[in-house]
Structures are given as C-alpha cells and as structure tokens.
C-alpha cells in the first residue's frame, strides 16, 4: 500500500481538516499521480454536508485532479513517468457495458466508481484529490498539454467538460444563439467554449455586478434576470440556454426565453427538483434537458481543443487550509471563478 496524506471530512458535520490514508499499490494497468492542483467544485460541498445523499466517511473530495505521473504499471505504453495528466469525475466503470463501449463511462450500467464518495470494485471507499497522490486504471487518465498553465486546467477536468459536452451534443454553434445562466465556475467556461464554437452568447445574471464580468470574458450580451425589461427583451429569443447554476431556482422564465424548438440544458444541479410545466414545453416544441459530466474520449477531446484554442479556467490558487473559507465564499459568489488548492501547501 502506498502511504497518502490530504484533507477529509470526518462526517458531515466537521470540517475538512488533515487526515493519512493510503492507496493501493500500482497495478498492471495504473497510473501514480503526484497532484500538484485540485479545483474546488460546488459538489465537493454538497457531498461532505450530505446535501444529495448519504455519504461515505471519512471523506476526502476532489475529482478535479492534475498533476505529474510518479509510476506506471507493467502494461502502460500510453503514458510515462514525468507526463502532466488529469483525473476527473471517475475512476473505474465494468468496461463492457453499452455505455463503456460508446465511451460514456460516467453512465456506467454496471457500477461505475466515482473519485470519490464511492466504493471501488473491491468494496473500497474512494478518495479524491484533496491529497497528495492518486492511483487510477489508465483509462481515465488524460494526458494533458504543457502549452495550458497547469493550475487553471484543474477545474476543466469537470467544470469544463460538464459545460463542453452538452454543447458538442446539441452542436451548438454558429448561426445560433446560446444564453448561459450563472458566471460561476461552470459558467464562465460555458461562455468560453460557446464563443469558441462560434455561437452568439448572452450571459443571465441576478446580478448587475457580473455585467463587467461578462463583457471581459467577451460575451455579446449580457441579461439582469431581476430586471423585468431586459427580460422581456429577451423573449423568445435563444436556441439554447445552459443553466450552471447550483442553487434552488426556478426555470420557467428561462423557458420563455425559448425560442420555438429551443433547448434548455441544466448543468448545474439544484437540490430542489426541477418544476416545468407541460403546457410550457409543448408551446413552441421546447427541450428540457440535462447533461451529466462527459465520458473518457470526449473529456481528452475537450482537453485537447482547450490546448489547442487556449481555454483554461480563471482561477484563484490557494491554501489547502483556507478550504473551509473558500468554500463559504464559493456559495456567495465571491471568486473568479474557480478555486484551485496548491498542493504543495498540503
């Protein structure tokens, strides 16, 4: 077993705070990360408070995870020691159900392991990046390019492939109109890989502060959803909106600013469910839809488009013991846009 250090939540109601653990040895097919970065996602927060379900504890988050190989297993031709690489929402699945052979693992049909808040094949909990070192089979692991910075790549492993594969789904790009909802972690990236895809994109906010926000990362048009005016002008406007927002809200005006055939897409996962209603969506043929991370090829695919048009997230690096704090200032809002813990700190 190899010896491993990071943060962990005791139960749900203690904060994370230093915990040892260890990983198991390196197999035939694994891959030994030393990670250097791990980004802060709203699910780590929801996971550790034991918002969506009951959780596994003690608890270590994190499946935004990059850093540099330290060892490979026998069987490894793909990557080699030194490589920068990723891990993100998942770290095992049967690999020969349906959905493993079309490359949508994280839809596993057979008992796919998440990073972390789960249980490996062997009836072991997983734990995620909030520690020094990972061991992962090598099928999902991404090789990661050393033009991006490696730090602000960190949250593209799920902020930016949750944003990247519903729009490559719906190919959503020009000639078409694309609203994103929220500018948080996935929401900036949803403007980026909107713009890159050509699309005309408007960000919606609750708040005007956010309207500088918008125009900087180059958004055409920018949307106060308090505002009854400039929502009516969007009326009936958009082919595609994306909804990144994490906290309880409702979608009916976002629906409205449909426009026949439109298609609105959640990403962002509130708690509460969803309330729509059917008169709603048969008037102008409306899609409501969801989208859930991305599988093994399309995530290295993103990855790869990303080194190649210059995409990474905007980042704030910190402490791993400020995480408490940072996550207190993620629920308000207050960073732009995506926390990254340094590991070294750790």
Not at 32 to 50: F, M, P, R, S
Request: with cysteine; glycine share 10%; net charge negative.
């Amino acid at each position: 077993m190899i010896k491993a250090k990071g943060y962990a939540a005791q139960n749900e109601t203690t904060d994370l705070a230093p915990w040892n653990f260890e990983r198991r040895d390196v197999g035939p097919h694994d891959v030994q990360i030393e990670i250097l970065y791990c980004g802060v996602c709203h699910t780590d927060l929801h996971l550790i408070k034991n918002e969506w379900f009951p959780g596994i504890f003690p608890m270590v988050p994190g499946h935004e995870i990059v850093g540099r190989i330290v060892a490979t297993g026998s069987h490894i031709s793909k990557f080699k020691v030194g490589d920068a690489a990723g891990v993100g929402v998942m770290v095992d699945s049967c690999q020969h159900c349906e959905n493993c052979g079309n490359g949508q693992e994280q839809f596993c049909l057979d008992g796919g392991v998440l990073t972390y808040n789960n249980l490996d094949k062997e009836g072991n909990p997983a734990y995620g990046g909030y520690s020094n070192t990972i061991v992962v089979h090598e099928r999902y692991v991404h090789l990661i390019s050393e033009k991006l910075d490696l730090a602000a790549v960190a949250p593209l492993l799920c902020a930016g492939i949750t944003t990247y594969s519903p729009l490559r789904k719906w190919k959503v790009g020009k000639g078409h109109k694309l609203a994103v909802v929220g500018l948080g972690g996935l929401g900036h990236l949803g403007v980026k890989f909107g713009l890159a895809f050509g699309t005309e994109v408007t960000v919606l906010s609750t708040s005007e502060s956010k309207r500088e926000d918008a125009k900087a990362l180059g958004a055409h048009h920018f949307v106060v959803t308090k505002n009854p005016e400039e929502v009516a002008a969007v009326a009936a406007t958009f082919d595609f909106i994306l909804d990144t927002v994490a906290a309880d809200h409702e979608i009916a005006p976002y629906l409205a600013m449909l426009r026949t055939n439109g298609t609105y897409i959640n990403v962002g996962m509130p708690v509460k469910p969803l309330e729509v209603s059917a008169f709603t969506i048969a008037s102008g043929n409306k899609t409501v839809t969801g989208s859930g991370a991305g599988g093994m090829p399309e995530t290295q695919e993103m990855l790869d488009f990303c080194a190649e048009h210059g995409i990474v997230s905007d980042i704030e690096l910190i402490n791993i013991k400020d995480i408490m704090n940072a996550f207190d200032r993620m629920v308000k809002g207050d960073v732009r846009y995506r926390f990254v813990i340094d590991m070294a700190t750790l």
